[in-house]
């Protein structure tokens, strides 16, 4: 069993940056594939990016490439997700998730057992 919980989330300008937070407790190994979805009103939870909690494999999605990057603090059992370059098309609100995956990182929500409560971005123009 993993919990979690986003923070960071708040209200930035266009070109601006945020940074948000998925502290995990409970048991996170190596298997662990720790992912960042995000819901705009209105539409579909749709995938950001994911990495494996080990290191190594990560995705992004295409509309987030090179604005937005995941990493990890062992430490404090912390995965962030930076982001830069903000559009107000970025704006929703950002889950992070969890779960315990063999092979390749994956996309789809229905792979994803473990989610936060959630953390509004607003981007404005």
């Known amino acids: 069993q993993v919990q979690l919980v986003e923070s960071g989330g708040g209200l930035v300008q266009a070109g601006g940056s945020l940074r948000l937070s998925c502290a995990a407790s409970g048991r996170t190994d190596a298997t662990y594939v720790m992912g960042w979805f995000r819901q705009a009103l209105g539409k579909e939870r749709e995938f950001v990016g994911a990495t494996r909690w080990s290191g190594g494999a990560t995705r992004y999605a295409d509309s987030v490439k090179g604005r937005f990057t995941i990493s990890r603090d062992y430490s404090t059992n912390t995965v962030y997700l930076q982001m830069n370059s903000l559009t107000p098309e970025d704006t929703a609100v950002y889950y992070c998730?969890?779960?315990?995956?063999?092979?390749?990182?994956?996309?789809?929500?229905?792979?994803?057992?473990?989610w936060g409560q959630g953390t509004q971005v607003t981007v404005s123009s």
């Open positions: 998730a969890a779960d315990r995956i063999v092979g390749k990182v994956p996309t789809s929500l229905s792979e994803y057992d473990y």
